[in-house]
């Protein structure tokens, strides 16, 4: 799938949370997600909350599935282990780097680290894993 393809699909099957997020990057060795920072994904102190981050991270490595695999809806996380590093930069949007570990027919291991825009020190690194479920 391609990014258009990747995010008609969310907005159709996640409609929820369609204006969240927005793909910068989509190319062979992962995907670049954007998480578009509001109101709502702040928690006391005015900084992005540690479950906006999990799920930018978690999204990404499914569009990232889907690019792959085509549109796979019923692929879910089994295991995502997370560490917060920094404070995330206020006002600005938090980018993920999102890579394929591994691909196989049942699971799917990713790796991804999240930036504030502009920096280069990431704000938090997770390991996630998906079962993918048989075709």
Do not use: W
């Not at 006391?44 to 991270?57: C, D, E, I, K, R």
């Not at 490595?61 to 690019?67: F, R, T, V």
């Amino acid at each position: 799938m391609d990014e258009g393809a990747l995010m008609d699909f969310l907005a159709r099957e996640f409609p929820q949370v369609r204006d969240d997020f927005a793909i910068d990057r989509l190319d062979a060795t992962g995907v670049r997600v954007r998480l578009r920072v509001a109101d709502r994904h702040l928690r006391p102190g005015g900084t992005v909350s540690g479950p906006s981050m999990f799920a930018l991270a978690d999204v990404s490595l499914y569009l990232a599935i889907l690019a792959r695999l085509g549109p796979v809806a019923l692929a879910v996380t089994t295991n995502c282990s997370i560490d917060f590093m920094r404070k995330p930069v206020s006002g600005v949007d938090l980018l993920c780097d999102c890579r394929l570990l591994k691909l196989g027919r049942l699971l799917a291991v990713g790796d991804a680290l999240l930036f504030s825009e502009g920096q280069d020190q990431p704000v938090a690194r997770a390991g996630l894993t998906y079962a993918i479920p048989p075709a």
